[in-house]
Protein backbone atom coordinates (compact mmCIF):
# COMPACT_ATOMS: atom_id res chain seq x y z
CA UNK A 1 0.00 0.00 0.00
CA UNK A 2 1.80 3.28 -1.17
CA UNK A 3 2.24 5.81 1.66
CA UNK A 4 -0.02 8.91 1.95
CA UNK A 5 1.06 11.83 -0.30
CA UNK A 6 1.13 14.92 1.70
CA UNK A 7 -0.71 17.86 1.20
CA UNK A 8 0.87 20.67 -0.18
CA UNK A 9 0.13 24.07 1.68
CA UNK A 10 1.68 27.35 -0.06
CA UNK A 11 1.70 30.62 1.12
CA UNK A 12 2.53 33.63 -0.55
CA UNK A 13 4.40 36.73 0.73
CA UNK A 14 4.42 40.52 -0.06
CA UNK A 15 3.39 41.97 -2.84
CA UNK A 16 1.76 39.16 -4.57
CA UNK A 17 -1.48 36.69 -3.76
CA UNK A 18 -2.22 32.86 -4.49
CA UNK A 19 -2.60 32.96 -8.66
CA UNK A 20 1.39 33.91 -7.83
CA UNK A 21 1.65 30.13 -7.55
CA UNK A 22 -0.78 28.90 -10.17
CA UNK A 23 2.34 27.39 -12.35
CA UNK A 24 3.75 25.86 -8.86
CA UNK A 25 0.15 24.21 -8.56
CA UNK A 26 -0.66 22.94 -11.90
CA UNK A 27 2.67 20.83 -11.65
CA UNK A 28 2.34 19.75 -8.20
CA UNK A 29 -1.10 18.58 -8.96
CA UNK A 30 -0.26 16.95 -12.22
CA UNK A 31 2.19 14.39 -9.75
CA UNK A 32 -0.87 13.88 -7.32
CA UNK A 33 -0.47 15.92 -4.51
CA UNK A 34 -3.50 17.41 -2.95
CA UNK A 35 -2.52 21.39 -2.68
CA UNK A 36 -4.00 24.57 -0.96
CA UNK A 37 -2.66 28.05 -1.74
CA UNK A 38 -3.68 30.19 1.22
CA UNK A 39 -4.52 33.61 1.28
CA UNK A 40 -1.82 35.61 3.38
CA UNK A 41 -3.74 38.30 5.67
CA UNK A 42 -0.36 40.32 5.09
CA UNK A 43 -1.40 42.13 8.18
CA UNK A 44 0.82 41.17 11.15
CA UNK A 45 2.92 38.25 11.68
CA UNK A 46 1.69 36.80 14.67
CA UNK A 47 -1.70 37.24 13.39
CA UNK A 48 -0.83 36.20 9.59
CA UNK A 49 1.08 32.72 11.02
CA UNK A 50 -2.49 31.82 13.48
CA UNK A 51 -4.62 31.95 10.50
CA UNK A 52 -2.44 29.68 8.46
CA UNK A 53 -1.44 27.80 11.19
CA UNK A 54 -5.19 26.90 11.98
CA UNK A 55 -5.75 26.12 8.27
CA UNK A 56 -2.86 23.60 8.55
CA UNK A 57 -4.44 22.55 11.93
CA UNK A 58 -7.38 21.59 9.79
CA UNK A 59 -5.87 18.95 7.02
CA UNK A 60 -6.02 15.65 7.80
CA UNK A 61 -3.05 13.60 7.43
CA UNK A 62 0.77 14.89 6.34
CA UNK A 63 1.37 18.56 5.22
CA UNK A 64 4.36 20.21 3.48
CA UNK A 65 4.28 23.74 4.30
CA UNK A 66 6.03 25.88 1.85
CA UNK A 67 6.34 30.31 2.00
CA UNK A 68 7.37 32.69 -0.50
CA UNK A 69 9.36 35.67 0.67
CA UNK A 70 7.54 37.10 3.86
CA UNK A 71 5.57 33.94 3.54
CA UNK A 72 8.65 32.04 4.84
CA UNK A 73 8.47 33.94 8.73
CA UNK A 74 4.79 32.97 8.38
CA UNK A 75 5.37 29.18 7.93
CA UNK A 76 8.12 28.65 10.48
CA UNK A 77 6.18 30.82 13.24
CA UNK A 78 2.98 28.84 12.12
CA UNK A 79 4.53 25.29 11.92
CA UNK A 80 5.76 25.40 15.45
CA UNK A 81 4.44 22.55 17.54
CA UNK A 82 2.15 21.07 14.53
CA UNK A 83 2.86 17.58 14.16
CA UNK A 84 0.99 16.95 11.08
CA UNK A 85 4.29 19.04 9.53
CA UNK A 86 6.76 17.13 7.81
CA UNK A 87 9.05 19.48 5.49
CA UNK A 88 8.92 23.32 5.43
CA UNK A 89 10.35 24.65 1.67
CA UNK A 90 11.58 28.06 1.44
CA UNK A 91 11.05 29.92 -1.75
CA UNK A 92 13.38 33.16 -2.01
CA UNK A 93 11.86 33.71 1.71
CA UNK A 94 12.73 34.64 5.17
CA UNK A 95 13.93 31.80 7.89
CA UNK A 96 13.91 34.45 10.92
CA UNK A 97 14.98 33.13 14.28
CA UNK A 98 13.41 34.77 17.21
CA UNK A 99 13.11 38.28 17.53
CA UNK A 100 13.74 38.55 14.06
CA UNK A 101 12.28 40.81 11.54
CA UNK A 102 11.84 40.95 7.28
CA UNK A 103 13.26 44.33 7.58
CA UNK A 104 16.62 43.74 9.42
CA UNK A 105 16.77 40.48 7.75
CA UNK A 106 16.72 41.64 4.08
CA UNK A 107 18.99 44.42 5.26
CA UNK A 108 21.47 42.42 6.91
CA UNK A 109 23.64 42.08 3.56
CA UNK A 110 23.81 44.60 0.36
CA UNK A 111 21.66 44.13 -2.60
CA UNK A 112 17.95 45.01 -1.45
CA UNK A 113 16.58 47.39 -3.59
CA UNK A 114 13.05 47.14 -2.41
CA UNK A 115 12.82 50.14 0.34
CA UNK A 116 13.36 53.03 -2.38
CA UNK A 117 10.48 50.90 -4.93
CA UNK A 118 8.08 50.85 -2.13
CA UNK A 119 5.26 53.46 -1.91
CA UNK A 120 3.27 53.81 1.08
CA UNK A 121 -0.30 54.29 1.85
CA UNK A 122 -1.95 55.15 5.74
CA UNK A 123 -5.01 53.56 6.35
CA UNK A 124 -6.87 53.83 9.61
CA UNK A 125 -7.82 50.38 11.49
CA UNK A 126 -10.90 49.60 12.66
CA UNK A 127 -9.77 50.47 16.34
CA UNK A 128 -8.42 53.63 15.38
CA UNK A 129 -4.51 52.80 15.13
CA UNK A 130 -2.92 53.71 11.78
CA UNK A 131 -0.48 52.12 9.52
CA UNK A 132 1.22 52.17 5.99
CA UNK A 133 -0.09 49.45 3.89
CA UNK A 134 3.17 49.24 1.71
CA UNK A 135 2.82 48.80 -2.41
CA UNK A 136 5.55 48.30 -4.83
CA UNK A 137 5.29 51.43 -7.12
CA UNK A 138 3.59 49.94 -10.39
CA UNK A 139 6.41 51.37 -13.09
CA UNK A 140 8.95 50.07 -10.63
CA UNK A 141 7.64 46.41 -9.98
CA UNK A 142 8.51 44.70 -13.41
CA UNK A 143 12.22 45.50 -12.55
CA UNK A 144 12.27 45.43 -8.54
CA UNK A 145 10.13 41.85 -7.73
CA UNK A 146 9.90 40.21 -11.07
CA UNK A 147 12.37 40.90 -13.92
CA UNK A 148 12.59 37.64 -15.76
CA UNK A 149 9.20 37.88 -16.41
CA UNK A 150 7.38 38.96 -19.31
CA UNK A 151 6.58 42.62 -19.17
CA UNK A 152 2.74 42.03 -19.93
CA UNK A 153 2.89 39.55 -17.11
CA UNK A 154 4.56 41.64 -14.70
CA UNK A 155 1.97 44.54 -15.74
CA UNK A 156 -0.67 42.16 -14.14
CA UNK A 157 1.25 41.34 -11.49
CA UNK A 158 1.85 44.64 -10.63
CA UNK A 159 -2.22 45.73 -10.90
CA UNK A 160 -3.16 42.72 -9.06
CA UNK A 161 -0.21 42.56 -5.83
CA UNK A 162 -1.54 42.44 -2.13
CA UNK A 163 -0.37 44.98 0.14
CA UNK A 164 1.63 44.31 3.02
CA UNK A 165 1.30 46.05 6.35
CA UNK A 166 4.50 47.52 6.94
CA UNK A 167 4.19 46.79 10.71
CA UNK A 168 4.33 42.88 9.58
CA UNK A 169 7.74 42.90 7.80
CA UNK A 170 8.94 45.28 10.71
CA UNK A 171 7.59 42.55 13.58
CA UNK A 172 10.03 40.30 15.45
CA UNK A 173 9.14 36.52 14.95
CA UNK A 174 8.55 33.57 17.46
CA UNK A 175 10.30 30.57 18.12
CA UNK A 176 11.22 29.18 14.51
CA UNK A 177 9.76 26.07 13.39
CA UNK A 178 12.98 25.17 11.17
CA UNK A 179 14.91 24.46 14.32
CA UNK A 180 12.76 21.50 14.84
CA UNK A 181 11.16 20.45 11.44
CA UNK A 182 13.70 19.55 8.24
CA UNK A 183 14.07 22.18 5.39
CA UNK A 184 14.97 22.83 1.84
CA UNK A 185 15.46 26.13 0.43
CA UNK A 186 15.28 27.32 -2.77
CA UNK A 187 17.82 30.65 -3.39
CA UNK A 188 17.32 32.95 -6.36
CA UNK A 189 20.55 34.75 -7.61
CA UNK A 190 18.97 37.25 -8.56
CA UNK A 191 16.29 38.82 -6.15
CA UNK A 192 16.66 42.47 -5.89
CA UNK A 193 14.26 42.14 -2.67
CA UNK A 194 16.06 40.06 -0.07
CA UNK A 195 19.72 39.23 -1.30
CA UNK A 196 20.92 35.93 -2.22
CA UNK A 197 23.35 36.13 0.33
CA UNK A 198 20.85 36.72 3.11
CA UNK A 199 18.93 33.88 1.36
CA UNK A 200 22.17 32.02 1.76
CA UNK A 201 22.88 33.05 5.39
CA UNK A 202 19.53 31.41 6.72
CA UNK A 203 19.39 28.74 4.47
CA UNK A 204 22.58 27.82 6.23
CA UNK A 205 22.08 28.45 9.79
CA UNK A 206 19.02 26.26 9.64
CA UNK A 207 20.93 23.74 7.62
CA UNK A 208 18.34 22.99 5.18
CA UNK A 209 18.81 21.13 1.44
CA UNK A 210 19.38 24.80 -0.40
CA UNK A 211 18.99 24.53 -4.15
CA UNK A 212 20.43 27.56 -6.28
CA UNK A 213 18.27 29.10 -9.27
CA UNK A 214 18.81 31.93 -11.51
CA UNK A 215 15.84 33.83 -11.04
CA UNK A 216 14.21 37.03 -9.80
CA UNK A 217 12.08 37.39 -6.49
CA UNK A 218 8.84 35.79 -8.42
CA UNK A 219 11.07 32.40 -8.88
CA UNK A 220 7.12 30.98 -8.05
CA UNK A 221 5.85 32.75 -11.70
CA UNK A 222 9.28 32.70 -13.59
CA UNK A 223 10.47 28.86 -12.57
CA UNK A 224 7.45 27.22 -11.47
CA UNK A 225 9.41 23.64 -12.53
CA UNK A 226 11.88 24.51 -9.88
CA UNK A 227 9.77 25.49 -7.29
CA UNK A 228 8.04 22.49 -8.07
CA UNK A 229 11.00 20.16 -7.95
CA UNK A 230 12.32 21.54 -4.60
CA UNK A 231 8.81 21.14 -3.15
CA UNK A 232 8.66 17.57 -4.41
CA UNK A 233 12.12 16.67 -2.81
CA UNK A 234 10.77 17.83 0.58
CA UNK A 235 7.76 15.69 -0.05
CA UNK A 236 9.51 13.11 -1.19
CA UNK A 237 12.63 13.13 1.88
CA UNK A 238 9.98 13.36 4.56
CA UNK A 239 7.46 10.52 3.44
Keep these: MSAQKPTIVLVHGAFADSSSWNGVVDKLQSHGYPVVAASNPL ?4 EDSQYVRQLVASIDGPVVLAGHSYGGSVISSAAKGLDNVKALAFVAGFLPDEG ?7 GKFPGSTLGEALHPV ?34 VMAATQRPVADAALAEGASAPAWKEVPSWVLVATEDR ?34 VARLINMAAQATS
Excluded: C
Excluded at 43 to 46: E, I, K, S, T
Excluded at 100 to 106: D, K
Excluded at 136 to 155: G, L, N, W
Design 100 to 106: ESAVTLS
Design 43 to 46: RGLA
Design 122 to 155: PITLPDGSQVADLYIEKSKFHQQFAADVPQETAA
Design 193 to 226: NIPAQAQTFMAERAQATVVTVAASHAVSVSRPGE
